[in-house]
């Protein structure tokens, strides 16, 4: 047996998945343990490759805002006017007359009227952005294998890819199939493509809701001033500094808010998912657009578990994180552990643990750590599958 | 000075017209040709990454720089046979080698190559670099960069033993050579029995 001979065989092992017939039975051994060797690898390419598949919705996203951002910009070009156009004509020098006094007066006015009323596409666009992690209701319009379409107060369709996601009934606990149309669905994941119309969503947990009350059917408003509501909707941007929220007002008006992140965490954390709470916007130092989403009493139960009376079911645990691992961790619960799986893209928020975001993405350890974990149990497994992790202090 | 696989080479494949054609238009950085490459290349570049660093959002946000980084270098890429896949890589295995150096400077770090750049390996029992079994975990670490190199490429990324070996700028029988002392080496630190001390090399 010469290392060549070796090196070869085991080559052409590799290639057939067969040993060579004529390996002597030395070689056979040694050929054996290195293949035993290989199918150690391939038990983490599994895993590896699901990671990739599931990460690759918003690289792409990201990479398509990178492109766009590299197109040159449109370059002023200046054309040599042979003669006065007809506005010029109209407003020029000395021609310019009573009747274009009138139309410069209309034209004006109409220009104002327009600028004045709330510009629908513009809101929207606004609210969301690619890579956004977003919890938001709506109603199942349609189903398919790839996920759903939901009608949403907000921007009208949405799509759902719901090939990852999981599925939560009305009590919290993991279901076996997709909602059906016509059922209201709270809808929590990272948003794929935020172009005005075609607003897609990669869902992590869609979970049946007690429908929201749908406003007056006006477009959203930008609010400047404090005011009490009900959150419709939550965004968080990808580096976790930027913080929307969807606030419908009593008066049936729905407003986006540019809200503080620190403030929706403890409200991520106190609720699980802040849907359907209501909350009263404030604004401390009386900063614009940096206030403040405080629950009000009662704008959710506060039974202690995460429920609350209009909102989806996620369920809301807190305590101490150990074990962690790239696949789950143990949260130590007052009344005991609970095994928590993990997905590759699951939210988590530094709250009040003194980490930053770039540390976590930099992959600080966040074992020891107390935490809130708001999700759902398999009751198949009995294990808690995370939505949304917002940590706090070392205890 | 240039890491293997991402300058220029002489053609090592016959001439796969549509992957030049491809890659002409992205030197002219044409978007459509660049979201093609990036749809056929992200995943693998992806667990190229996941395999050596311990951060599954890490080796996300690196994986997006690669093809940042390669669009702003497109007009430099001289395509002349060599597998776009492989300036890809090229570019990872550098982006990869700073974030860990970096991250050495600051403190101790999970990520599997870490040890060898920093001189020593962990004798602490590591966190899953990947969604790795502990033991294996561990048994990785045991091998050298080049093993860890060889056992990406031609377990992970599907490689041949002949783009391995021109990514690795060794010969086909080094590469042969090193596959088995890698897996010789890891079989070892798993715990195998009955192995001789230097993988029966």
Known sequence: MTRDRLDDLLQRALETGAIPPEAAADECAELERLLAARADIETIRAGIDAEAADALPAARARFQRYLA????????????????????????????????????????AAVALFVSRPFHGAQQVQALGVDDYVQ???????????????????????????????????AGAVMDRPPRPGEAVSVAGFVRDARQGRLAIDGQTVALAAALPGGDGRPLERLAAPAEGTVT????????????????????RRALVEVDVD????????????????????????????????????????????????GPPLTRLTGTLQNVSATGFTLQAADGPVQVVRRPR?????????????????GASIE????????????????FIAELVVLGPKP | MREPGEGPHEPTHEGDQADADLAARAARREPAAWEALFDA?????????????????????????????????????????????????????????????????????????????????????????????SDLAGALRCLTEDQREVIRLRFLLDKSVAETAHLMDRSEDAVKNLQRRALAALHRALGGEAYPAGGGA
């Not at chain 1, 209701?137 to 294998?145: E, I, K, L, N, R």
């Not at chain 1, 020891?368 to 294990?383: I, K, Q």
């Not at chain 2, 890589?89 to 060898?116: H, S, Y």
């Open chain 1, 69 to 108: 951002a590299q197109r040159p910009a449109p370059v002023e070009v200046r054309a040599a006017a042979a003669r006065p156009g007809r506005f010029e004509r109209l407003f020029g020098g000395r021609r310019l007359s009573l009747a274009g006094s009138l139309a410069a007066i209309l034209l004006v």
């Open chain 1, 136 to 170: 938001l209701t709506g109603t199942v319009a349609a189903a398919d294998a790839s996920g759903l379409t939901i009608e949403t107060a907000e921007f009208g369709r949405v799509a759902v890819a719901a090939s990852g996601a999981t599925f939560l009934d009305a």
């Open chain 1, 346 to 362: 699951l939210k988590i928020l530094p709250g009040e643990s003194g980490l930053t975001m770039a540390d976590l993405r930099g």
């Open chain 1, 368 to 383: 020891g750590y107390t935490a809130t974990v708001a999700g759902g149990f398999d009751p198949r497994t009995g294990a």
């Open chain 1, 233 to 252: 909707l939550v965004a968080i941007d990808r580096d976790g500094k930027e913080a929307r929220a969807v606030i419908l007002l009593p008066d049936g």
């Open chain 1, 263 to 310: 403030s929706l965490g403890q409200l991520l954390a106190a609720t699980g998912s802040p849907l359907g709470s209501k909350v009263k916007i404030d604004q401390p130092g009386g900063r614009l657009l940096e206030m403040r989403l405080d629950p009000l009493p009662g704008g959710h139960d506060g039974d202690g578990d995460g429920h609350h009376r209009d």
């Open chain 2, 41 to 133: 290349h992200y995943r693998r570049i992806y667990a190229y990454l996941r395999f050596r660093l311990a951060s599954p959002d890490e080796a996300e946000d690196l994986a997006s720089q690669v093809f940042e980084t390669a669009y702003a270098r497109a007009d430099a890429f001289d395509y002349r046979g060599v597998p776009i896949e492989a300036w890809l890589l090229g570019i990872a295995r550098n982006l990869a080698r700073d974030v860990i150096k970096k991250r050495i400077r600051r403190g101790p770090t999970d990520d599997l190559e870490a040890a060898d750049l920093a001189g020593a390996l962990a004798d602490d029992d590591p966190a899953p670099a990947i969604q790795l079994r």
